[in-house]
């Protein structure tokens, strides 16, 4: 990340042009965590974060905007703090839940299974390149490729449920996703060198 993304971000929130409400897949799949510590993963302005404190987590809310962040300070159960997660790293073993939607950051992947209890959940939604989507990607590398969800964590969790399909993003336009609900196998961990030698 850089300054350069920290301004786009504050300006967006600024404008409070966002969502603010949950998503089906985290409304409707929260419930399956084992235990009640949450991390949301570019948190934006808090709306997972909310609807998760309502029903008894607690949440470690990051997120690259200080907008986002000051808007979230203050309110219970929910730890907001302002990382760039080109050099920030999740805490091992700690988490029952992540919430992960409309960001991508293919290193976090790993992360994100050794930050997770055994047994915990990870809840991921985000857009996927194809040529048919309506909204241009600020990005290409923010896209994901099809089946790459799939590839990587089915190695290390159980896919309670995953998807590709087509939707229309907030402002309208019809995109393709991919949604992921999964469970940590015992024993994965990806901190291992057996791992790279494989």
């Known amino acids: 990340m850089s ?7 504050d300006e967006k929130h600024r404008r409070n042009e966002m969502p603010h409400e949950p998503i089906a897949l985290v409304r409707d799949y929260a419930g ?11 948190c934006g302005n808090g709306r997972h974060s909310k ?3 309502a029903h008894g987590f607690e949440i470690d809310a ?6 986002a962040i000051d808007s979230l300070q203050n309110l219970p159960h929910i730890h907001a703090k302002q990382v ?21 950051h293919r ?5 994100m299974i050794d ?9 991921f939604e985000t857009f996927v390149h194809h040529p048919a989507n309506e909204r241009p990607a600020s990005n290409p590398q923010f896209r994901l490729e099809e089946g790459e969800l799939e ?8 896919l309670l449920h995953i998807r590709e399909y087509w939707d229309k993003d907030y402002m309208g336009y019809k995109t393709y996703k991919a949604q992921m609900v999964a469970k940590k196998r015992a024993g994965a961990s990806l901190s291992d060198e057996a791992f790279w030698a494989s």
């Open 62 to 67: 990051l997120d690259i905007s200080k907008v």
């Open 115 to 123: 930050a997770l209890r055994t047994g915990g959940i990870i809840l």
């Open 51 to 53: 609807f998760l404190a």
């Open 84 to 104: 760039d997660f080109d050099t920030y790293t999740l805490p091992k073993e700690r988490y029952d839940l992540i919430v992960n939607t409309y960001f991508l």
């Open 107 to 111: 290193p976090l992947f790993s992360q």
């Open 151 to 158: 590839a990587f964590f089915d190695r290390y969790c159980d």
């Open 32 to 42: 399956l965590a084992p235990g009640k510590r949450a991390l949301d993963i570019a």
């Open 3 to 9: 300054i350069e993304d920290q301004r786009r971000w």
